[in-house]
């Protein structure tokens, strides 16, 4: 898909580029979740409902993806910047709790970081989350409050910029045949 824009310069020719993940996802009518934000989606059973975040760069990123009674399907995101990360882990303990009181099962969780590269102890380099303690704060709390162990992902954030359409990105998708999918950076996880 190409939108086009007028040229900044001139002012009168059409310049095409390529549509932002941002647009795509709101034309396709996903509830989008911007910086130091959460929100959660319920989709029915032959229901199609998405929801995500974008544009991370150095922010941390969680995600849930539950069935719950009655054949609902919940998506669970939220997206912090480095310095509300105490906020995001209460955000995060408030959400896993009401799950767990709703019934929730088949719960699977994501946490996406920024990422440093580290030799491990075979010399072999490796992406490591940049803010462990946080990283162990988010698992822990899903962990206890769940019962799950929510898998992180260091990402590199080279620059701080996205590269390209779904970089930076984090969705729960509840598809109209009963698949409940996590999709980080365009994988499946």
Known sequence: MLHMNKDRFSG???????????????????LLIGMDAKGSIVAASGEEKRIAT?????????????????????????????LRGQVGACALANTAYSLRADGAFNVRAVVITPGEWMRNASGKMMLQPEDSSLVDLLTQTVQTSLGVEASPYPYFAEGGSARGYGYGTLMVECLADGALNILAETRRI
């Not at 760069?57 to 910047?81: D, F, M, S, W």
């Open 12 to 30: 009168s020719s059409v310049v095409y580029r390529p549509a932002s993940f941002y647009q795509v996802e709101k034309d396709r009518g996903t």
């Open 54 to 82: 974008y544009g991370l760069r150095t922010c941390t990123a969680v995600a849930i993806a539950a069935e719950l009674p009655e054949g609902l399907r919940k998506g669970y995101v939220q997206h912090y910047n480095p």
